[in-house]
């Protein structure tokens, strides 16, 4: 099997034009160390991947090669990334993890890209003992999976918090005023994410005191949102809730400010914290709230947004790239910790805690993070965090206050 | 009446998304699996001369048909024309192009991802509301509406009044017999492919105003058209429009009244219906 | 039964027993590759059962293959896994029945591209109707190995197979051949096509139901996107078509060079893997259009010829 060179070579290069030959001498006596990554290049998630995924990646490799590789008892030995393209298909997954493990005897491996793609790699992670630092998978099912399969760790939050935060703040927002009523129209895609949101956002409602006025799925890919926007508009809502996708929450925000749809808080979820959301919408996505957020103020995601468009010339964007980012810097920690016996490195992980991007992180007894963003808000052309289970530096939310078109 | 008018709308979308497919199976008899391809490449070439300078895409429109055109007589004529020659039937042509086309889409979208790379793209190009009898449409909609009834128009026009859309019109209808009366079938068969691919690629820089894309999504709207070119009826231009804006007017009255989660189930129902009832389409021929 | 008959028998039987001794050798990575391969040995074989005498190219495993996916994952908390496979199979028949009815009079092209739309179909009721129901996500954690799946998929083949031979002899399969041959002929000397054919559709219907109920353990989390993907059905097709679907193991010598062809340029060149893929896609319809089963015959014939001349 080829291993990917590009990656080393990039690095060589930067390493030299930086530093000259002395660093590069010192780098080149150990052996580099493998580090395997699957994710979709190509099918309905490729577009998503290509967002929060692959560039973390890349930008991680490049910056530990430059600081001349990771420290594994005493040596400093760079790192090569193979990636593998799972074309969106699990059963791909399964067999490019396989050949990772056996063929390129990686020593490590990058969690795979969406949940089910990260839950299908999961028997094969456990298999040959590789810990799976997963970002975007999000489940509520986390105490089995992780009973299961125990070196399996989540960091980007479960479903059920994602739903409870939105309902929280809408409470919040109700309870200071700038709700004037208890009226949702709650639309979701029909896909898995879409429906288990949906699912458990509407007891979490109906709890709350509110009333669900409009309550609809609609088709994966389905861009022609006009009805459901109309619909949703006709029922009169204080708040519109969208389980949304990336295609779809594009199409739901135009057809929103299309209709006038005239609310005090607009949420769609996955992507509404894309900077290509920001830069379609300008000025009218001010106001719109969304799955995830970030604490953009923080140094250390500043230094980190900067570093990713140096590196891979797109913005990050404000939720699962830092995320991402995150849960290498934890792997480089855990490596750096305890070198590369696997074993080792996952008994680290469920105790230490780790610096990262997003601030300090560590893992409950379910491998899971308790600490992350729930629901930002697009605030003066940046998407906010406004809503966390204990990141620091939430912003505190605001009213949408038209479409100011 | 607010329903048929965003069904019309969608309609619109659908025709522009299926014409080119049209001419491509109904003329040259190639079931195009990579139409899609084209058509999201036809979207993001709007959508990189909208970004890099501003330029409307109905403007590109003039760079992005004769683009394709040639790429598409290009690719008539290495891979296609074999397999006609190949072909002892109607019948392995079709699975014959159904296989090479669904190869061409691979290779399509192996192309578009190294050139434009994976990620989605969307701008926002006059994504205004226009008022009409009380009710929002969003203009770059309208705009493209207006658009699909310009190029239907013309390839209408076309088709029935001039002498090569006369003889388009006879390979459609028995390629046999026009092969007879002095109809170089293979070269009007190329400009057909070729033709429809520059409808296709235009319709994809009209969508593009308002649909997000990426690499991987032809294959949606290759699906789309290949439903509304049968439930049209091949070969002929009138079924398509029909078609089409009977499909958005139908998803867009079961997604108002209904439930919009069965939008695509109340189209392939259509779509079963009327080849139940009309197995030729609504204005096709019955193949003898 | 011929001696000849018996020969193939003991054959396949010996074939068979050497596949499923492939968990043993304890590697991961060609079980993994093997599993694939008897993955679409199974869903290519059944294909090619219908379309290879009816000459209908169907699009539709797809479909079937999400439906016994979903049954496994809809039932999972109720019914035992056993009764659930065997119930995907039956849903999958029923389906394929009801299509075959609806769809099979029409001419070859709209059976196409119907069945093309099925998966999408399907995939939406199923979605809609766990929408409504408020079922949340679904998870199939069970203690199934890859060993099991893989023992589980060589045994689907070994029935497969069998049904194969079985339709073949049977007045079925003369009626079928018939009806390839010239539907007309077929319909004047008295045999009811429609019957013949919604029977046979039945079969691939019904495989390709269970063969996604036996893999629904090894995806674990099931979600429309993955279970319905439209590739699977192109997949198979081309799979049976670069075999060669008129003779019955014609699918198995197109499955597994592509099986290895598909694993080699995955591996190799991941950030091409479509554009390769689709290359090798068009060389096989440029190069191969009869696919292996016509080379092989092709080249036989040559060398009797040639023996004939010397």
């Known amino acids: 099997m080829k291993r990917r060179t590009t990656l080393k070579m990039t690095a060589a290069l930067a390493l030299s034009s930086m530093f000259g030959g002395a660093a590069l001498a010192g780098s080149h006596s150990a052996d580099p160390i493998v580090i395997g990554a699957v994710a979709p290049k190509t099918g309905p998630l490729a577009g998503g991947a290509a967002v929060t995924h692959w560039p973390n990646i890349r930008l991680w490799a490049e910056q530990v090669n430059a600081r001349g590789g990771l420290n594994v008892d005493g040596t400093m030995r760079m790192v090569e990334i193979i990636e593998y393209d799972d074309q969106t298909n699990p059963g791909e997954t399964i067999k490019a993890v396989q050949r990772l493990a056996t063929q390129d005897e990686a020593d490590f491996i990058i969690a795979p890209f969406a949940t089910g793609l990260n839950i299908a790699a999961a028997p094969i992670f456990a298999r040959y003992g590789y810990p799976q630092i997963s970002v975007s998978n999000i489940t509520d099912q986390v105490e089995d999976l992780a009973s299961k399969f125990p070196n399996m760790f989540f960091t980007l939050g479960s479903t059920s918090a994602f739903a409870s935060d939105v309902v929280r703040i809408l409470s919040e927002m109700r309870d200071a005023g700038q709700l004037t009523g208890n009226r949702i129209a709650m639309v979701n895609v029909a896909d898995a994410f879409g429906i288990e949101l949906a699912a458990a956002a509407r007891p979490l409602f109906k709890e709350a005191g509110f009333e669900i006025v409009y309550d609809t799925s609609y088709p994966l890919g389905t861009q022609d949102l006009s009805p459901v926007v109309k619909a949703a508009k006709d029922a009169a809502p204080n708040a519109f809730v969208a389980w949304s996708y990336p295609p779809d929450t594009f199409g739901l925000t135009e057809q929103a400010i299309i209709e006038d749809l005239q609310v005090e808080a607009y949420y769609t979820a996955v992507a509404t914290c894309f900077p290509a959301f920001g830069a379609r919408f300008g000025a009218q996505a001010e106001g719109i709230l969304g799955a995830g957020g970030v604490n953009p103020d923080s140094e250390a995601f500043k230094e980190y947004a900067a570093a990713h468009e140096a590196a891979t010339g797109a913005k990050p964007d404000y939720w699962a790239s830092a995320t991402t980012y995150a849960s290498l810097q934890i792997l480089e920690q855990a490596i750096e910790a305890v070198g590369l016996d696997r074993e080792a490195v996952s008994a680290h992980l469920k105790e230490a805690t780790f610096t990262t991007v997003l601030g300090d992180i560590s893992f409950n007894e379910n491998n899971f993070n308790e600490a992350f963003w729930t629901v930002g808000q697009w605030q003066d052309g940046v998407f906010r965090g406004v809503a966390e289970t204990g990141r620091e530096g939430a912003s505190s939310v605001r009213v949408k206050s038209g479409w100011g078109s | ?139 770059n909609r309208v705009a493209a509406f207006c658009g699909a009834v310009v190029i239907c128009g013309l390839l209408y026009l076309w088709l029935n009044q001039s002498r090569a859309g006369l003889s388009m019109r006879a390979i459609a209808t028995a390629p046999a017999s026009a092969r007879l009366v002095g109809i170089s079938v293979g070269h009007l068969a190329a400009i057909a492919f070729a033709l429809g691919g520059a409808v296709t690629a235009t319709g994809g820089a009209l969508i593009s105003t308002f649909l997000t894309l990426d690499a991987s999504t032809g294959v949606m709207f290759t699906l789309k058209a290949l439903i509304i070119v049968i439930m049209g009826g091949v070969g002929d231009v009138r079924g398509t429009i029909v078609a089409a804006l009977l499909l958005g007017v139908v998803e867009t009255l079961v997604a108002s009244l209904i439930d919009p989660g069965l939008t695509l189930a109340a189209a392939y129902t259509l779509f079963i219906l009327i080849l139940l009832f009309r197995p030729q389409g609504l204005f096709g021929r019955r193949q003898t | 039964m011929t001696a000849a008959e018996i020969r193939t028998l003991i054959l396949a039987a010996l074939a068979l027993g050497v596949a499923a001794l492939l968990p043993l050798t304890g590697s991961g990575y060609w079980l993994g590759l093997g599993l694939n391969i008897a993955m679409f040995t199974v869903l290519a074989t059944s294909w090619a059962l219908f379309s290879g005498p009816t000459h209908y190219i169907s699009l539709a495993t797809a479909a079937f293959f999400g439906l016994g996916t979903y049954t496994v994952g809809l039932g999972f908390e109720t019914l035992p896994y056993w009764s659930l496979v065997a119930l995907a199979g039956i849903l999958g028949a029923v389906l394929a029945a009801l299509v075959g009815l609806a769809t099979l009079r029409l001419s070859g092209v709209y059976f196409v591209i119907f069945t093309l739309g099925l998966a999408e179909l399907v995939r939406q009721v199923i979605t809609w109707a766990q929408n409504m129901s408020g079922q949340k996500g679904l998870y199939v954690l069970t203690d199934i190995t890859e060993d099991h799946i893989y023992w589980q998929l060589v045994g689907l083949a070994a029935l497969v197979y069998l049904v194969g031979w079985l339709i073949g002899r049977s007045r079925l399969g003369f009626a079928l051949r018939i009806i390839g041959d010239d539907e007309e002929v077929a319909r004047h000397s008295g045999i009811d096509t429609a019957r013949a054919k919604v029977l046979l559709f039945m079969v691939p219907g019904a495989v390709a139901a269970i063969t996604g109920a036996m893999l629904a353990p090894r995806y674990v989390y099931i979600e429309p996107a993955l279970a319905f993907t439209p590739m699977l059905s192109f997949q198979v097709v081309i799979m049976a078509l670069l075999g060669g679907a008129g003779r019955l193991w014609g699918p198995l010598v197109g499955v597994i060079p592509f099986a290895i062809l598909w694993e080699t340029i995955s591996s190799t060149f991941p950030n091409q893997t479509m554009l390769l893929l689709g290359v090798s896609f068009l060389v096989i319809v440029y190069v191969l259009p009869k696919g292996f089963v016509g080379l092989i015959d092709t080249v036989r014939r040559r060398l009797s010829n040639r023996e004939g001349w010397t």
């Open chain 2, 1 to 139: 009446m607010d329903i048929f008018l965003t069904g019309l709308l969608l309609g619109g979308t659908y025709a522009l998304i299926a014409m080119g497919l049209n001419l491509q199976y109904g003329v040259a008899r190639i079931m195009n699996l990579a139409n899609g391809e084209m058509l999201v490449a036809g979207g993001f070439c709007a959508f990189w001369f909208y970004t890099a300078g501003q330029v409307s895409p109905f403007l590109t429109v003039a760079i992005v048909a004769p683009l394709a055109f040639a790429a598409n007589w290009l690719i008539y004529q290495v891979m296609l024309r074999p397999l006609v020659k190949r072909a002892k039937t109607r019948g392995q042509l079709e699975s014959d192009s159904i296989l090479a086309t669904f190869g061409l889409s691979f290779v399509a979208v192996g192309l578009m991802l190294a050139v434009f790379g994976g990620d989605y793209f969307n701008y926002s190009y006059l994504s205004r509301p226009v008022t009409f009898a009380g009710e929002n449409y969003g203009l």
